[in-house]
């Protein structure tokens, strides 16, 4: 069985910066795509950053030049550096992994981590 499992999330003040972690757990042959949502209250879920295999990135229009997502394909795991930070950034940031398939056979095509709160505020 896979997990997602998300740190980093805390208290920053604006201006601040932070590294959000996403690890994925279990025998793992590949994942696709891994990227980071965000939801706040009332509100629907959003893209904020994502990545292939392959390196290709895409972005938030709300973050570019100010975030930057990467992987380490041998310890499936997402980063997520967050710079510049703003108070319209707090969010509970979700780790999500597309088509992951594992070393014995087995696919699932989303997977979503518990979450991590990130709060800017001064």
């Known amino acids: 069985q896979v997990q997602l499992v998300e740190s980093g999330g805390g208290l920053v003040q604006p201006g601040g910066s932070l590294r959000l972690s996403c690890a994925a757990s279990g025998s793992i042959s590949s994942i696709y795509a891994m990227g980071w949502y965000r939801q706040v209250p009332g509100k629907q879920r959003e893209l904020v950053a994502a990545?292939?295999?392959?390196?290709?990135?895409n972005y938030a229009d709300s973050v570019k030049g100010r975030f930057t997502i990467s992987r380490d394909n041998a310890k499936n795991t997402v980063y997520l550096q967050m710079n510049s930070l703003k108070p319209e950034d707090a969010a509970v940031y979700y780790c999500k992994a597309d088509s992951v398939r594992t070393l014995s056979g087995g696919y699932y095509p989303l997977i979503w981590g518990q979450g991590t709160q990130v709060t800017v505020s001064s």
């Open positions: 990545i292939t295999s392959g390196g290709s990135t």
